[in-house]
């Protein structure tokens, strides 16, 4: 089954749903069952098992390396992968199964650069299908 609507998926390498709340206050990280995924390689599997979750809410920095300051972000030098290749990966996986993607995408990242590139790909995404984003 790669289509699973009834799971709320949270990427993250340390938090949890209920820190996300105390700085987002979105109530959905208290009154929802995460599943709760810690890297690109459990993210991927994840999906691959359970099908498209219902919500995903992401973080960008998923590795120390990742936490550098920067005003850019150097996707292809890093070892760990990003939040950013988790949404990247997940949008090719929905186009080539035919799925569509969660029915709502969180970014909770306190990384401002990091999250504005996720917010991107999907933005690009809805504006490729002709989608309202």
């Avoid at 609507?5 to 749903?17: A, C, I, K, N, V």
């Avoid at 209920?18 to 995924?37: C, G, S």
């Avoid at 890093?78 to 290749?85: D, L, P, Q, R």
């Avoid at 186009?95 to 909770?108: E, R, S």
Wanted: proline fraction near 4%; glycine fraction near 2%; aromatic fraction near 16%.
């Amino acid at each position: 089954n790669l289509y699973n609507m009834s799971y709320f998926l949270f990427l993250d390498d340390f938090r949890q749903p209920r820190d996300a709340f105390n700085y987002t206050k979105n109530i959905l990280y208290t009154t929802k069952n995460w599943l709760v995924v810690r890297s690109y390689n459990e993210f991927v599997k994840c999906i691959e098992e359970n099908g498209v979750p219902h919500t995903i809410s992401f973080d960008h920095d998923l590795a120390d390396a990742h936490y550098e300051e920067q005003e850019t972000i150097a996707y292809d030098k890093y070892i760990e992968k990003t939040g950013y290749h988790c949404a990247t990966w997940l949008i090719k996986y929905c186009i080539d199964n035919k799925l569509k993607l969660p029915t709502a995408v969180l970014i909770h990242s306190m990384n401002p650069v990091g999250s504005q590139n996720i917010r991107s790909i999907f933005d690009n995404y809805h504006k490729v299908m002709n989608l309202p984003s």
